[in-house]
Every structure is written in structure tokens, then in C-alpha cells.
């Protein structure tokens, strides 16, 4: 049997070499001075390998798979004492439903708890009503093979943050539950360097009187665009996301002008930077501040180029631009396992590459 700090883990009936797909039982022993509730010390106490969240383990003493002394504990409240023995019962995770299928991925970093992948425009991340193939994971779920994160007590690609469907970029996806586990409290916690080119209608700048009066926007130090508000879904369209001052998420997006086009300026190229990851985020944003992206149907508005300023070919491929402008270009983390720090940059993908060499020459 194989021991961990703070229990053990045993095969249904507790021998080696059990079948993964049988259920297995995981012995934690409450250490020193304990939280006073259930759930919180076993959180506390269960073996790092395991990759048992604390949410999970609350499930799991709701479903009935906790127990002392051969009696079944449902209560995540229950106060515990030390050196008492819990065992957990762990279901082999479930298969998903969704089918694998061998689509073309652009592998930027692979091991064995972890991928990045740098995402086309047009990708669904995960499958969804109207996009149920066709989707990365379809695409995960045969490279792995099989081989897959168990987090919530499912066997499937560890989704720990997503992109939009038309914007193409970097997204790292865990392949093992501890993998998962560590990923996800990065990305809670915010400290997943992440930033994204993004080319816009219009120039910020702090010298722009609209711009010093919108709610929710100023300028810090070296020209840098910050804009602070709360996000929610929109009241009257769900599938969209909203500033509001009550309610929703914070949300914080930084942006500096990496270029800008047109004389007079009339687009920019800008790095954008989150400090919170919130759905939509930063197209929500720049709409807020009035810089909408570029081909953004969404949000962007019904803003046509300037032709005069930039030229008839760099307006019309502005205006022809099929998607929005967004890319997630660059992505920083610790590996969860290794501890090691990660980063990786992705190229500007061609379509993004061909819409700047044409406004180069406006």
C-alpha cells in the first residue's frame, strides 16, 4: 500500500494492485489542534496527492462517503478531535459523455500534469448547447488518450480557465487532479501573468476629457489605461456581460498603447493585462471606456473606420475583420507540481499579422 502524509490509501478491500476502476478508501488521521468542523480538517489534513478541495470533500461527506468507525458522517459541521481516523470513500471518476476526436493542436508545452496550448480563433473551448463537438476538449480527450484530471469526481480535461471562442491565444489545461488543484488556486488568487494584444477603434489617451470623466477609468504612471468596475451578466441578453457599480465580480483591466494608426490616430494596438479574469473582460471593458475592439459584433458597436485617416485598404480590412482583434499573447505561471516558473509567448496568429501590416502602410 502506498502511504501518504496524513493517511493512506487502500484498493476496494485495501490490497495493491486493485483495478483503477474500483472504488478506493483513503484513511486521514486528524492531526495536532484541528479546525473545529469536518470538512475543514479534512481539507486540512488529507494528503496533498489525493488533490482533495475542500468543496469536494463537502460533497462527498453529503453523499455519504465519510466515515469513523464504521459510521457514516454527514455532517460538515461535526466536531473532530485528534488522532481520530476518517475514511473516505472514492468512487472511480466517471467517464464523460463527450467524444474524442482527432482534431489538429498547436502543443506549445507538454508533461505529465500539464499542456499549453496556443488556441485558433474559432475554437470552442468546452462543449456547450450549439457547440456539443468540435471543441478543444473533443480535441484534449484524444490526445490524452484517456488520460485525465478526476476533479469532481469525473474524468475529464482539466479546464481551469478559458478564452473566448473567436479570441486564439494561450491556455494551459491540467492532465492531472494535482495539477488541477494547483492551477485553479492560481488563477483564484490572481497570479497568473496573463497578457493579451488587443487592437482597438480610437487612441486612449490621458489627454482625452471623455475619457478623465467615464466612471471607473483613469491613467497611472507611463500612460497606462486602468479601468475598475464590477461585472454582471447583462440584464436583458445572458449571453452577455455588463459594467455595474452593485453586485457582479470586480474586474480591474490595465492597457498600455503598444502601437497606434492613422493621421489622425484612429486605431491602436494595445497590451492588456488582467488583474482579475472575469468572462469578457477586457472587450467589456475598452466598449466601457469606448475603445471597443476591433470586429467585436458584440460590443464593439457599429463604429466604421475612417477611411480619410487611414487609408480605404486599411479601413476596409478594418471593417472586414471577422472576429474580435483579441489575443492572448502571453501566459506566466508556477508549474504546480515542479514548482518551477513557467512562461510562453505566442505569435500574433495570421489573420491578426495581415489586419496590422495593413494598417502599417495607412
Not at 478506493?24 to 484541528?34: D, Q, T, W, Y
Amino acid at each position: 500500500m502506498k502511504r501518504n502524509s496524513g493517511g493512506s490509501w487502500a484498493g476496494s478491500g485495501g490490497s495493491e494492485g486493485k483495478s483503477n476502476m474500483e472504488a478506493r478508501i483513503l484513511e486521514v488521521v486528524i492531526g495536532e489542534a484541528p479546525p473545529v468542523r469536518l470538512d475543514k480538517a479534512l481539507a486540512r489534513d488529507v494528503p496533498e496527492q489525493a488533490a482533495l478541495s475542500r468543496s469536494r470533500l463537502a460533497r462527498l461527506i453529503d453523499e455519504g462517503a465519510v466515515s469513523r468507525g464504521g459510521v457514516v458522517v454527514r455532517d460538515l459541521k461535526a466536531r473532530v478531535s485528534e488522532g481520530e481516523v476518517y475514511a473516505i470513500v472514492l468512487e472511480p471518476p466517471r467517464a464523460v459523455t463527450t467524444e474524442a476526436e482527432d482534431i489538429a493542436l498547436s502543443v506549445i508545452w507538454e508533461d505529465e500534469d500539464l499542456i499549453v496550448i496556443d488556441k485558433p480563433a474559432g475554437l470552442v473551448v468546452h462543449p456547450a448547447p450549439g457547440s456539443l463537438d468540435g471543441t478543444l476538449v473533443n480535441a484534449l480527450l484524444h490526445h490524452f488518450g484517456g488520460r485525465l484530471s478526476g476533479i469532481g469526481g469525473e474524468a475529464r480535461p482539466g479546464i481551469v480557465h478559458r478564452i473566448d471562442k473567436e479570441t486564439s491565444g494561450l491556455l494551459v489545461v491540467a492532465k492531472s487532479d494535482r495539477a488541477h488543484h494547483g492551477l485553479a488556486a492560481q488563477f483564484e488568487a490572481h497570479t497568473v501573468a496573463r497578457r493579451y494584444l488587443a487592437l482597438v477603434h480610437g487612441v486612449p489617451s490621458a489627454a482625452d476629457p471623455r475619457l478623465a470623466g467615464t466612471r471607473g477609468v483613469s491613467f497611472e504612471a507611463a500612460g497606462v489605461l486602468r479601468i475598475e468596475t464590477r461585472l454582471a451578466r447583462h440584464r436583458t441578453d445572458r449571453q452577455r456581460q455588463a459594467v455595474c457599480w452593485e453586485g457582479g465580480r470586480h474586474a480591474v483591466t490595465r492597457a498600455r498603447v503598444f502601437e497606434s494608426f492613422g493621421t489622425p490616430p484612429s486605431a491602436a494596438l494595445l497590451e492588456c493585462w488582467l488583474e482579475t479574469g472575469r468572462t469578457h473582460q477586457i472587450r467589456v471593458h475598452m466598449a466601457h471606456a469606448g475603445h471597443g475592439l476591433v470586429g467585436d459584433a458584440t460590443y464593439g458597436g457599429a463604429r466604421k473606420p475612417s477611411a480619410k485617416a487611414l487609408g480605404d485598404a486599411a479601413a476596409g480590412a478594418l471593417l472586414a475583420f471577422p472576429r474580435q482583434a483579441l489575443h492572448a499573447a502571453t501566459l506566466g505561471f508556477v508549474h504546480p507540481v515542479t514548482g518551477e516558473l513557467l512562461e510562453f509567448e505566442a505569435p500574433l496568429p495570421p489573420d491578426m499579422a495581415a489586419l496590422l501590416a495593413a494598417l502599417a502602410l495607412s
